[in-house]
Nanobody
Framework: QVQLVESGGGLVQAGGSLRLSCAAS????????MGWFRQTPGKEREFVAA????????YYADSVKGRFTISSDNAQNTMSLQMNSLEAEDTAVYYC???????????????????????WGQGTQVTVSS
């Protein structure tokens, strides 16, 4: 089992920045990829960004490309999401996720799929005021 705990959410004005963190514990040795998803009330959870922990390859949703940066520290078993130029549309609960199945040879589209991730955090609220 893997436990994921997010932190860093909060209230920020449009144009501002926030940094989310995700701490992983437990059997993390086979979590080859990690990602961030977000969800607003009444909508499906959507992909934000992902990273392959072995290669460092990064994947982003078009809506956040150029504004968000995902990173991971394998030694510390942590992952971060630096969010800049935040917009009201970024308001959501952000979830950290870990995958045991995604590999370096997995297609980029695979990283965007919820069912490819085995473990999820409890979520952290990000609110962007306009």
């Amino acid at each position: 089992q893997v436990q994921l705990v997010e932190s860093g959410g909060g209230l920020v004005q449009a144009g501002g920045s926030l940094r989310l963190s995700c701490a992983a514990s437990g059997r993390t040795f086979n979590t080859y990829a990690m990602g961030w998803f977000r969800q607003t009330p009444g909508k499906e959870r959507e992909f934000v960004a992902a990273i392959n922990r072995s290669t460092g390859s990064q994947y982003y949703a078009d809506s956040v490309k150029g504004r968000f940066t995902i990173s991971s520290d394998n030694a510390q078993n942590t992952m971060s999401l630096q969010m800049n130029s935040l917009e009201a549309e970024d308001t959501a609960v952000y979830y950290c996720a870990a995958s045991t199945g995604l590999r370096y040879y997995s297609g980029s589209y695979s990283y965007t799929l919820l069912h490819k991730y085995d473990y999820w955090g409890q979520g952290t609220q990000v609110t962007v005021s306009s």
